[in-house]
Nanobody
Framework: QVQLVESGGGLVQAGGSLRLSCAASGRTFSNYAMGWFRQAPGKEREFVAA????????GYADSVKGRFTISRDNAKNTVYLQMNSLKPEDTAVYYCAADRSGGYYYIDQKMYDYWGQGTQVTVSS
């Protein structure tokens, strides 16, 4: 069992930056691939970024590529999402998720086993 708690969301102006954190409980965090997803008002939840258990492989949605960076610190049981050059269209609730496959990452949210409660990110124009 893995419990996930996101933090770091908030209100920022367009062009600004935020770093989201997702702290995981449980001793096997390093076995899990981790993903970030987001859901804007009136829209379906969508993939943002993911990282394998070792951090050796990462993937990004085209809409955030070059602006967002996912990373993890297995010693701290934490995964991060550094978000730069934020745009109003990045406004959403951001969720982290854990996938037991570990060595692969998926963009399909159905492949993830555990989810956090989400953190709100609002980007003003």
């Amino acid at each position: 069992q893995v419990q996930l708690v996101e933090s770091g969301g908030g209100l920022v102006q367009a062009g600004g930056s935020l770093r989201l954190s997702c702290a995981a409980s449980g001793r096997t965090f390093s076995n899990y691939a981790m993903g970030w997803f987001r859901q804007a008002p009136g829209k379906e939840r969508e993939f943002v970024a993911a990282i394998t258990w070792s951090g050796g492989n990462t993937g990004y949605a085209d809409s955030v590529k070059g602006r967002f960076t996912i990373s993890r610190d297995n010693a701290k049981n934490t995964v991060y999402l550094q978000m730069n050059s934020l745009k109003p269209e990045d406004t959403a609730v951001y969720y982290c998720a854990a996938d037991r496959s570990g060595g692969y990452y998926y963009i399909d949210q159905k492949m993830y086993d555990y989810w956090g409660q989400g953190t709100q990110v609002t980007v003003s124009s």
